[in-house]
């Protein structure tokens, strides 16, 4: 097959997901498939999830559409901002939850829900100190005290811990994201207060309230600082490529450029930097990677599958990267087969 294979253990990411469900508690978990689950694929992981998941977390509402075409029912809470009418009209058609980051992201809401007669549902984003998205603490308070919609109903309140490794740093965002669940509570009423992803759910105790909200973790992976026992989470993704040919070095190079081996023994693997590889390898005995192949001195037999991928921090430390970006990328242009064990 031309196409590499990704196989992805579906049971493996529901393991992941009852991992964390335990730690939470009774409280909610929202599972993160934005970028596709990671790679994994967004329709089928929350397929696998619906028993386990109470939310759902999207970057875009083009995502979002995605998730509700493929057969999601459960809720769906996008990420990003709503940035034109458009975006508001179909998530509000699709029963989307909006993230409102600041008073002009409130206001498009309300403006178009008047002009096309709509209700909407939004979560509020607090700016606790990553200063990506949210509201600052001040103007909160500012927005709190303007004329408020009917047309949007405010269900929730949520930040993000920018470095949750970092006992002191992590703390002094939570004691801010108090204020703002507090102010919100006095404006809103009851709200689902959400501050921890994979690493806030285990950095303390305090900082799962109502929902976490589980990515990386689903799939197999901790963000850089943490650490559970070996064994308990496990890895959900292999990928899998041809050897399309097997020949003799006469003479030149391997790939473009000179040929790095001893051995004149060369195999061409069907996968390069265009299916999500790193152009500068991090496979072993690899030079650097053509678009939609690589060379190797590794003995193999023409029409061998072999393995390119299977541990995204092994992958992504050889590239000086993290293993989130290593997993949106690992499985483009590849066949997706899911498997159970």
Known sequence: ?????????????????????????????CAVVKADAYGHGAAAVAQTLHRTADFFAVALVEEGAQLRHAGTTGEILVLTPALCEE???????LELIFTVGDAADYALLVRTCEKYDLTVRCHIKANTGMNRYGFAYAGFC??????????????G??????????????????????KFCRAGKAAFGGLIRHIAATGGALAASEYRLDMVRIGIGLYGYLPEGFALPQGILKQAMRVYAQVAAVRRRTYGGAGYGVCPYGGSLLSTVRAGYADGLFRSGGIKNVNNLC??????????KKYDNVCIFSDANA?????????????????????RVYVEG
């Open 1 to 29: 097959m031309q196409k590499n294979t990704a196989v992805i253990r579906l049971d493996a990411i529901r393991n992941n997901a009852e991992v964390f469900s335990r730690l939470a508690g009774v409280k909610r978990l």
């Open 87 to 93: 975006e508001v009209v179909r998530g509000a058609a």
């Open 142 to 155: 500012r927005f709190l005290n303007g004329k408020l919609s009917d047309r949007v109903a405010v269900e």
């Open 157 to 178: 309140i949520y930040s993000h811990f920018y470095r949750p490794e970092d006992v002191l740093t992590s703390h002094m965002q939570f004691k801010l994201f108090e």
């Open 291 to 300: 678009m939609d192949a690589y060379l190797t001195a590794e003995s193999h």
């Open 315 to 335: 992958y992504a430390a050889a590239q000086g990267t993290i293993s989130y970006e290593v997993l949106a990328d690992a499985g483009r242009r590849a066949e």
